[in-house]
């Protein structure tokens, strides 16, 4: 055999010869007027790196490649990078947290009204780090009406104090307001969690502390920050789409300690059979992964402060300095790589300061507070990828014990650098 003939062979034989990547579950129901979200695992990843993800209508051969790639005119969105909660998990294989928007569920919802078939596909290609052929690992999205068929999992989370108060200042020793929470959610299935408070000295969450326990790899389950119970939840969610959760007693809300606390909702995993992984299906391990619960997003907290109200000391005169802006400066195009802290000069007589960033438009993107003395707040991962390359306007308020408004600046434009 000649030595061409038999490299022409290897190359004929190459894609044969790359180890298959699956997908558990390989198909799943979404729902067809909202948002959908699906707890995946792809296993026997080998050799090969995840790289983007496509939804669409159509799929064609992915020749000279592997698997099937989205056909070209039928892409319906691609998957924002806010919502990317992908991990690599445990040996060769890969969790993926597939947030369908409500943007592409409607327009294969559109397709699908038009007399295209009522389904679309989710598409994962993974390069070859070894020179190999692309794979191309495709999920078939089946729309329904996002009842009890659908993976349960949340599509949003409102917390809120009873009452007008964003954050509500709470003397020594009273008991804050009541809380809820606002649950959109698909699917039907067991809500199943706890309340914790974050006291003032507690570690401050990280932002995968914020996920529910269904968004995490299995084997980090369990591993998330802990903190103060304040009580448990354990109720059954009808395919209604929306549920008003009721927080802990307001009793057992820690006031003792000034300064400011966090209440965190944390939900757990449970058992949903529509969203179930199979690992020994794709070649990860034994067993199977329950995802009830799952979330795209990281949950929201709630923040009081203690130190306000009769037992608060009053304010000094506003007019002993004036609170101004330090940085970043104006029109400065902020790092994207790099941590971003927002500067402000101290005001005498205040108890808080209140840092507000909106868009241009005047909606706001975030509200931070920081009790008095401390003039220095650091940004948030998230925000760089929230407020994208648009320009963002920031201020801060100086707030007397009660949380009234005493004094304000002026707002100043920023914008954060072009993504490299």
């Given at each position: 055999m000649t030595t061409k003939l038999m490299v022409a062979i290897c190359l004929l034989a190459a894609p044969a010869l790359a180890?298959?990547?699956?997908?558990?579950?390989?198909?799943?129901?979404?729902?067809s007027q909202g948002a959908t979200t699906v707890f995946l695992t792809f296993g026997a990843l080998g050799a090969y790196r995840p790289a983007e993800t496509t939804w669409c209508g159509a799929l064609i051969p992915a020749t000279p490649d592997l698997g099937l790639k989205c056909a070209p005119g039928t892409v319906y969105g691609s998957l924002p990078a806010r919502?990317?909660?992908?991990?690599?998990s445990g040996d060769g294989a890969f969790t993926d947290i597939m947030s369908i928007p409500t943007s592409v569920a409607r327009r294969a919802y559109q397709a699908a009204a038009a007399g295209e078939e009522s389904r679309f596909f989710y598409v994962r290609r993974f390069v070859s780090t070894t020179g190999g052929p692309d794979q191309f690992i495709d999920v078939t999205c089946r729309l329904t009406g996002g009842g009890a068929r659908v993976p349960f999992a949340l599509t949003d989370v409102k917390l809120s104090f009873a009452g007008e108060a964003l954050v509500p200042f709470v003397s020594s020793g009273a008991a804050p307001p009541p809380i809820k929470a606002e649950i959109s959610y698909n699917g039907t299935g067991r809500l199943k969690g706890r309340w914790e408070v974050v006291q003032p000295g507690d570690a401050p969450p990280e932002e995968r502390d914020l996920l529910t326990e269904a968004t995490l790899p299995v084997e980090e389950r369990g591993l998330q920050r802990r903190y103060a119970e304040l009580g448990r939840f354990n109720v059954f969610l009808p395919p209604t789409g929306r549920f008003s959760l009721p927080g802990p007693d307001p009793a057992r809300i820690p006031s003792r300690g000034e300064g400011q606390y966090l209440i965190l909702l944390r939900v757990e995993a449970t058992d949903d059979r529509e969203a179930d992984s199979d690992l020994a299906a794709v070649g990860a391990g034994a067993g199977v992964v329950h995802s009830g619960g799952v979330a795209g997003f990281s949950l929201p907290v709630?923040?009081?402060?203690?130190?306000?109200?009769?037992?608060?000391?009053?304010?000094?005169?506003?007019?002993?300095?004036t609170l101004a802006l330090l940085l970043p400066e104006e029109g400065k195009a902020l790092p994207r790589r790099e941590p971003v802290d927002f500067v402000w000069r101290e005001m005498a007589g205040t108890a808080f300061y209140r840092l507000e960033l909106e868009d241009v438009a005047g909606k706001l993107i975030l509200s931070a507070l920081s009790p008095a003395g401390v003039t220095r707040y650091r940004a948030p991962s998230w925000l760089k990828d929230k407020a994208g390359e648009a320009i963002v306007r920031w201020r801060v308020l100086a707030l007397d014990p009660a949380g009234a408004p005493i004094s304000e600046t002026a707002r100043r434009s920023v914008r954060f650098a072009l993504a490299p």
């Open positions: 180890q298959e990547i699956k997908v558990s579950p390989k198909g799943v129901n979404v729902n919502y990317d909660q992908s991990r690599r709630l923040r009081y402060l203690v130190g306000g109200g009769a037992n608060a000391q009053p304010a000094a005169p506003a007019a002993a300095s």
